[in-house]
């Protein structure tokens, strides 16, 4: 079994602008520490989030919590231009007041993208620019451009999740959308990919063909993302190790830690200890903001 779901950590922050032309083949990640918000601009792109797909507008804003499965895919050469924002969950805590929860636009009821106006999608994007302009030029007071920055970012985001009023529309074809519904209730059970199969009336062939034309990963590499998503969830929460392995579907341990280690990037016992980003101070040089990125 390969790894085929890249897991991408967040030392503190990493902003981007950046337009691609060509079509990039359907790909899902995780950040097991971090918060993104993008601004989409331009493109012919569909954006994947935990059960849903929607195909996205220009000036929609999508929102990805820590071990959130998401991914963009990119039907053609359009221009695809974007503007991802990722804070590390450590760092982007102490952005918020007792009086003001910068996350709560990660929380809402619906994950379907929220949409910028146009006095917005400025605002978002002269924020954006300036702040790797200060990292990149190194300018006095940087750190303090970026947090004024960052925040503002969030306040936008806040504001636009409050007023979205978009009706979710998901274009996944039902049979993923069941066959992703019945993942997450028994994922932890010992399925396989036949009895899926069996529950939606369907070929075992023709499911693992749709499945993965859809979702760029084959069905049973999502069913174990699913595990190891929920292991890392329950091991955040003080679970033990062995608690993780069992109730999130595994069947033998060893084989649990090979999975969750190949998959995580770090042992489970590793991931107790704290995420690399929890080892480094705000004095940690960050990744260049530019840098490149699957989105």
Same mark, same amino acid.
């Given at each position: 079994?390969?790894?085929?779901?890249?897991?991408?950590?967040?030392?503190?922050?990493?902003?981007?602008?950046?337009?691609?032309?060509?079509?990039?083949?359907?790909?899902?990640?995780?950040?097991?520490?971090?918060?993104?918000?993008?601004?989409?601009?331009?493109?012919?792109?569909?954006?994947?989030?935990?059960?849903?797909?929607?195909?996205?507008?220009?000036?929609?804003?999508?929102?990805?919590? %820590? #071990? =959130? !499965?998401?991914?963009?895919? +990119?039907? *053609? @050469?359009?221009? /695809?231009?974007?503007?991802?924002?990722?804070? $590390?969950?450590?760092?982007?805590?102490?952005?918020?007041?007792?009086?003001?929860?910068?996350?709560?636009?990660?929380?809402?009821?619906?994950?379907?993208?929220?949409?910028?106006?146009?006095?917005?999608?400025?605002?978002?994007?002269?924020?954006?620019?300036?702040?790797?302009?200060?990292?990149?030029?190194?300018?006095?007071?940087?750190?303090?451009?970026?947090?004024?920055?960052?925040?503002?970012?969030?306040?936008?985001?806040?504001?636009?999740?409050?007023?979205?009023?978009?009706? %979710? #529309? =998901? !274009?996944?074809?039902?049979? +993923?959308? *069941? @066959?992703?519904? /019945?993942?997450?209730?028994?994922?932890?059970? $010992?399925?396989?990919?036949?009895?899926?199969?069996?529950?939606?009336?369907?070929?075992?062939?023709?499911?693992?063909?749709?499945?993965?034309?859809?979702?760029?990963?084959?069905?049973?590499?999502?069913?174990?993302?699913?595990?190891?998503?929920?292991?890392?969830?329950?091991?955040?929460?003080?679970?033990?190790?062995?608690?993780?392995?069992?109730?999130?579907?595994?069947?033998?341990?060893?084989?649990?830690?090979?999975?969750?280690?190949?998959?995580?990037?770090?042992?489970?016992?590793?991931?107790?200890?704290?995420?690399?980003?929890?080892?480094?101070?705000?004095?940690?040089?960050?990744?260049?903001?530019?840098?490149?990125?699957?989105?």
């Amino acid at each position: 079994m390969t790894n085929q779901i890249p897991t991408e950590y967040i030392y503190q922050y990493l902003l981007s602008h950046r337009t691609s032309r060509g079509r990039l083949e359907r790909t899902l990640h995780v950040h097991p520490n971090a918060y993104e918000i993008m601004l989409f601009k331009s493109g012919n792109v569909d954006y994947f989030i935990n059960d849903t797909s929607y195909h996205l507008k220009p000036g929609d804003l999508t929102f990805v919590r %820590p #071990n =959130d !499965i998401h991914g963009y895919f +990119v039907h *053609d @050469a359009s221009p /695809y231009e974007r503007l991802p924002v990722h804070i $590390n969950e450590n760092f982007i805590s102490g952005l918020s007041t007792s009086q003001t929860d910068l996350l709560a636009c990660f929380f809402a009821s619906s994950s379907s993208p929220a949409h910028l106006n146009q006095e917005q999608i400025q605002l978002f994007e002269r924020c954006v620019d300036t702040s790797i302009r200060a990292i990149n030029e190194t300018i006095f007071g940087c750190d303090v451009w970026l947090k004024s920055n960052l925040s503002i970012l969030l306040l936008l985001a806040n504001s636009a999740q409050q007023q979205n009023d978009l009706e %979710p #529309n =998901d !274009i996944l074809p039902k049979i +993923v959308q *069941d @066959a992703i519904s /019945y993942i997450n209730v028994k994922f932890s059970n $010992n399925i396989s990919i036949q009895s899926i199969a069996d529950h939606l009336n369907i070929s075992r062939s023709r499911l693992c063909h749709v499945f993965k034309e859809f979702m760029g990963i084959s069905l049973w590499n999502y069913v174990i993302l699913r595990r190891i998503q929920h292991a890392q969830v329950l091991l955040k929460q003080g679970a033990s190790i062995t608690t993780a392995c069992f109730e999130c579907g595994f069947q033998n341990y060893a084989h649990f830690i090979k999975v969750f280690t190949k998959f995580v990037g770090s042992s489970p016992g590793k991931y107790l200890k704290g995420l690399p980003t929890n080892q480094r101070d705000d004095s940690t040089p960050n990744n260049p903001p530019a840098q490149e990125n699957p989105h």
